[in-house]
């Protein structure tokens, strides 16, 4: 982009991922340049995956604590959502869900179908997530799922009525983007 110049990269962290301040000078419409600064989290890109089974009418959703939405709203500190993950160097986001979905919820599938990409918060995050879906059958079960201890992840898996999601949304009991873009995907596209 050629309205932009100069930037220059501060890193404020570099805990679990890098936190960026980036200064650069933007062009306006006016033909004068400004010197912004901005803060920007780049901890990488993900995955994430709707597993749906057709003939019961049911998804597989993760229940987890989250402490940003904690921060947030201390009422609010579990979150149910659909099975994601970060995507680890050199791994494709397809195979990334597919590692996840045996780690997290206990199932092995064979392949998935990516139906969007999309920037969560754009303002803040690098991160882009690849969000897919499945079709998921009880003869795929392979494990209990919950996540690894090695990560630290504690997740109860959930296995709900496809309906019972979409009224989730509504009574605000499901706050995730990720989970309300994919169940509404599945809804208008009459995948369950």
């Not at 220059?8 to 004068?32: C, M, P």
């Not at 609010?76 to 160097?89: F, R």
């Amino acid at each position: 982009m050629k309205q932009i110049k100069n930037i220059t990269h501060n890193v404020l962290s570099k805990a679990w991922a890098t936190l960026y301040r980036i200064d650069y000078d933007y062009q306006f419409k006016n033909g004068e340049y400004k010197r912004l600064k901005r803060e920007c989290y780049n901890r990488g890109n993900g995955a994430a995956v709707l597993l749906y089974n057709t003939k019961k009418r049911t998804v597989i959703l993760t229940k987890q604590f989250r402490m940003p939405i904690f921060e947030n709203d201390r009422s609010e500190g579990m979150s149910i959502e659909v099975c994601a993950g970060a995507i680890d160097k050199n791994e494709s986001p397809k195979w990334t869900i597919i590692r996840e979905i045996e780690e997290e919820v206990g199932f092995k599938i064979d392949d998935a179908t990516c139906v969007m990409e999309a920037y969560m918060s754009p303002g803040a995050l690098t991160e882009k997530l690849y969000l897919f879906t499945a079709e998921y059958s009880e003869d795929m079960k392979v494990n209990d799922g919950g996540g690894l201890a090695s990560e630290d992840e504690e997740i109860e898996v959930l296995e709900i009525s496809f309906n019972k999601a979409i009224e989730m949304i509504k009574t605000k009991a499901i706050i995730d983007a990720k989970t309300i873009m994919l169940l509404q995907y599945a809804q208008i596209n009459i995948l369950v």
